[in-house]
């Protein structure tokens, strides 16, 4: 069973028949977490690096803000009886254009702005499939706690 | 593989589902401030399909009337002419678009999507900068890929050799069209809105929204299309095999008074117009 996670969306659940997508992730990242022992896995699909951007947006969208959207993806889980210190982080997404000025490099921002997050509360990304100029979809497999990611035109790739 | 140039792909241009005459008389009419609702009435109300699409339309979180829309004249009193010509055109294009590009490795409906996303970015834009939000930017911007339906076949049989100069040589894509097929799907949209008949301002904006002529950076109309296309694809969503190879130009930035943040904000306000503006995928395909 396939649950869709939008763009500026997520989803957190222990259904062992459940595996969690997340497409066109462009400029945008994919978090994905899991904790192996209690089986609780969520993605997180967020669009922009800070809600200080638009005030109203922050609490309106929470989760279209890496800084806003990545505290609640890991409180969903805990939720569900995850614990911070076995959750296996792992991402994808922050793809760029072709800018030689950096006028455009919202892919690398928001790769920034999640890089800043996880040194402060000090979490640690497994494994990570960033960058390049192409978009990615990615899975989650509750079950196993799998992740991959599939790059139109390149097939699949395991993280 | 063999070059090719414009002449070569004629023959193509004339085998694309044309567009509804209806459709074509009305962008033929979008640069002309003369014409008025009644002549666009007189055109529209013999056509159930498109009366029906006008009130979906009407009635969808996209134009946002506070209530709702019963009949093509009232419908017609709250759209005004600019979003009028902006439905019946959208309702032309979506036959054209219902096909998949095995070429671009995008499936069936993607391209509209993302030539609608490109629309409604368009009009996030001007509002934002503050400059005309009409028919004429939605038509351009919704037209902008319109030479992918036709250099697709091109890009399929060249696909290894365009994808090696893009992935080794840091060619954006359109380039990499050029340099291996000999013409870029830019330049066939131009052809094409020449052979339709597109007031030229259109026509322009299609064949320079890679601004790959000079000529490009004097034209506003191009210029938003470029960056609301652009916008886009940063994003991600309805992509093919292009993805985001594709130039960012700084001076674009510079012309319209731009930095990082303003596109950020730009695409904080575009997510949930583009929620509202579902509805364009339910229009009436049939003609």
Redesign the interface.
């Known amino acids: 069973m396939q649950i869709t996670v939008g763009v500026a969306d997520m989803q957190v659940t222990n259904n062992p028949q459940a595996v969690l997508v997340t497409h066109s992730l462009g400029s945008c990242m994919g978090v994905a977490v899991y904790d192996p022992q209690v089986r609780v896995g969520g993605i997180l699909h967020y669009m922009l690096p800070e809600a200080s951007l638009d005030g109203n947006k922050s609490t309106e969208k929470p989760l279209m803000f890496a800084d806003t959207g990545i505290p609640l993806l890991f409180k969903e889980c805990y939720r569900y009886g995850a614990v911070k210190s076995r959750m296996i982080v792992k991402i994808a997404g922050g793809s760029q254009i072709m800018d030689s000025g950096c006028f455009f490099n919202i892919g690398k921002r928001n790769y920034a702005a999640l890089r800043k997050i996880f040194l402060r509360n000090n979490v640690l990304i497994k494994n990570e499939d960033i960058g390049g100029f192409s978009p990615r979809t990615l899975y989650l497999q509750i079950s196993t706690g799998k992740v991959w990611v599939k790059i139109t035109g390149e097939g699949e790739k395991l993280l | 593989m063999m070059k090719i140039d414009i002449a070569h792909i004629l023959p193509d241009i004339k085998s694309l589902p044309p567009f509804p005459e209806v459709t074509q008389k009305v962008i033929a009419t979008l640069d002309d401030p003369e014409v008025g609702i009644q002549e666009l009435v007189e055109i529209v109300q013999y056509d159930p399909n498109l009366t029906a699409n006008i009130l979906k339309m009407s009635n969808s979180a996209y134009f946002g009337f506070p209530r709702e829309v019963h009949s093509l004249n009232q419908a017609l009193l709250y759209l005004g002419t600019q979003n009028l010509f902006k439905i019946i055109i959208a309702s032309g294009a979506t036959r054209l678009y219902g096909r998949c590009c095995n070429g671009y ?1 995008l499936d069936q409906g993607e391209l509209w999507r993302h030539s609608v996303s490109t629309a409604v970015m368009a009009s996030v834009i001007s509002r934002w900068l503050g400059v005309p939000d009409g028919a004429l930017l939605f038509t351009a911007a919704l037209l902008h890929d319109i030479g992918k339906l036709v250099l697709d076949y091109y890009v399929h049989d060249a696909f290894t050799e365009i ?1 090696a100069l ?1 992935k080794e040589g ?1 060619y ?1 894509f359109q380039e990499a069209e050029r340099a291996v097929i000999g013409i870029d799907h830019a330049a066939v949209g131009g052809e094409i809105a020449r052979q339709w008949n597109f007031p030229d301002k259109i026509r322009l904006a299609i064949a320079y929204h890679h601004l790959e002529s000079p000529e490009a950076l004097k034209n506003d109309l191009a210029l938003l299309v470029y960056l609301a296309d ?1 916008l886009v ?9 292009d ?6 130009h ?1 001076w674009v ?1 510079k012309h319209f008074g731009l930095r ?2 303003h ?3 730009l ?2 306000l575009f ?2 117009e583009m929620q509202k503006a579902q509805e364009f995928f339910n229009l009436d395909f049939r003609v």
């Open positions: 490795i994808m893009v840091n954006a652009l694809i940063i994003l991600g969503a309805n992509l093919g095999v993805g985001l190879a594709y130039r960012g700084p930035m990082v943040r596109l950020e904000q695409l904080a997510w949930p």
